[in-house]
Every structure is written in C-alpha cells, then in structure tokens.
C-alpha cells in the first residue's frame, strides 16, 4: 500500500474533539432520532402499501412525511442547542438542516458544528464571540473616555420609564449585559457573567422603583471597584488602575 491510500483511509474523528459528556449526548440523541425515524417510516411504508379507497394522500401520507422531517430537524436542533449552552457560542441550524437528508448522523452534525468554528475551540469561540458582542455595543468610540482609573460611557444606558417601576433597562437592550460579560471575563477568564454583576443586572431590569440602582455598586475584584449608572445613560467603571482601564477599552470597546 502506497502513501497516498495511506493517508486517504486517515479519517478525523471529531468525536474525539468533544468531551465525552457531550459525545455520550449526542449518542444518545442519535439512537432516539433513529427510533423514532423508523418507527414514522414503518408507518409510513404501511400506510403506502394500502393506499387507496379510504386513506388519502394528504390527509395520512403528507402528515406522516411531515413529520419525518420535522424529527430529523428537532435531532439537528437538539445537538447544536447543547453545544450552544454547554459553551455559550452561537451555531447555525439552517445550513446543517439544508445540507443533509433524512439519514444524517451526530457525527455529521458535529462535523458541521467544528466548520462553522471556524477554527476556534469552543473556548476561544466563546471569547471571540464575547468580546465581538461587546464591541458591537459601542457604536462610537469618542464617547469612551477614561480619567485616572475610571472608565465612562456617554449615551450607553437605555432607559424604559413606567410609573410603576421608574426608570428600568429597556428590555430588548442588550448593551449593559455585553458590557457586564464582558467584564466578567476580563476579571476572571470566563465567559459566565459574574453572579454580583448578574446580581446588578437584574436589578437594573426592576427599575428605580424597587432597587437603589442609582447608587454606586461597589464590588470585591482584583481588576475592578464600582460601577455607577445614570440618569442621563452614562454608565462609569472605576478599574484598580488606570492602566486596566485602558486594557479593557483596548480589548473589549474598541473596534
């Protein structure tokens, strides 16, 4: 055997990329879309096979094939959605659903999954994505300035105002949650927002009328002190330094 039929019969097995939770899992998902795939196919071969006089094509056949295919898109679902949660990066259903048929695998899917990384692992996807997430909320980077180790933002803030609850972070924006991940991780390397600044966030998402969220937050980190939100939409970070002030807004603000 020559080289090249070597190495033509060298295969990637990317199951081996991915921890053996998530292989496990998708195993699973796989042996039960299988089941069920067949079990809608036995049906549907059975239905086929005595068509005719009160069976109909549309009202017993199409729902069937229907069905089939909405299985096998929940399958693709099923298994993309976990490594979503399970790394926090954002994949695309619609291209797998598009390019595979009825008898595709979670083998497949992850092959899929391992394209559209790009290149990255799921770590180094995660922080690509987190840190693209927060730049894209700073439309303008004149209104970042940084004074010794305090970091503002003019106009970051967007405010809903209702009677009962005053001023809340409008509830589609998602500048402040960036913003706060992002800090996450500059303080501690991962990509989960920090339970304080979770904390802060949710209670920016009551409003004024049940929380202080007007008043300094003051917060125990090596690498940040306070945060101090306004009226007006400005939005201040006080840094242990200046020097992780302009850390931060060189990585995480400015594009």
């Known amino acids: 055997m020559n080289i090249l039929s070597k ?12 921890a053996e939770t998530d292989s496990k899992f998708c195993e699973n998902q796989y042996e039960q879309y299988v089941a069920a795939r067949e079990a809608l196919q036995h049906v549907l071969n059975h239905i086929n ?3 005719g006089g009160y069976l109909d094509v549309y009202k017993d056949i ?5 069905r089939i295919g909405e299985i096998k898109e929940q399958f693709v679902y099923e ?9 926090k990066i954002t994949l695309d259903t619609k291209v797998i659903n598009k390019k595979y048929d009825l008898y595709l695998t979670h083998n497949d899917i992850i092959a899929e999954i391992f394209e559209q990384m790009g290149g990255f692992n799921f770590k180094e996807k995660a922080v690509h994505e987190l840190i693209e997430a927060s730049k894209a909320q700073i439309y303008n980077f004149d209104k970042v300035s940084i004074k010794k180790a305090s970091l503002s933002i003019t106009d970051f803030v967007w405010w809903d105002s209702w009677d009962w609850d005053g001023l809340r972070i409008s509830w589609n924006s998602k ?8 800090l996450s991780h500059f303080e501690n390397g991962d990509v989960k927002m920090l339970d304080s600044l979770f904390n802060m966030y949710k209670e920016m998402e009551k409003g004024s009328k049940h929380y202080d969220i007007f008043n300094k937050y003051e917060f125990d980190c090596e690498k940040f002190k306070s945060i101090k939100i306004f009226k007006n939409g400005k939005i201040t970070i006080e840094f242990k330094n200046q020097t992780l002030a302009q850390e931060f807004a060189n990585t995480y603000l400015k594009k």
């Open 79 to 87: 298994v993309v959605s976990h490594f979503s949660r399970q790394y």
């Open 62 to 66: 199409k729902p069937v094939e229907k």
């Open 7 to 18: 190495l033509n019969e060298v295969t990637i097995n990317n199951t081996n990329r991915i």
């Open 175 to 182: 500048k402040e949650s960036s913003l706060f991940t992002a």
């Open 49 to 51: 096979s005595v068509h």
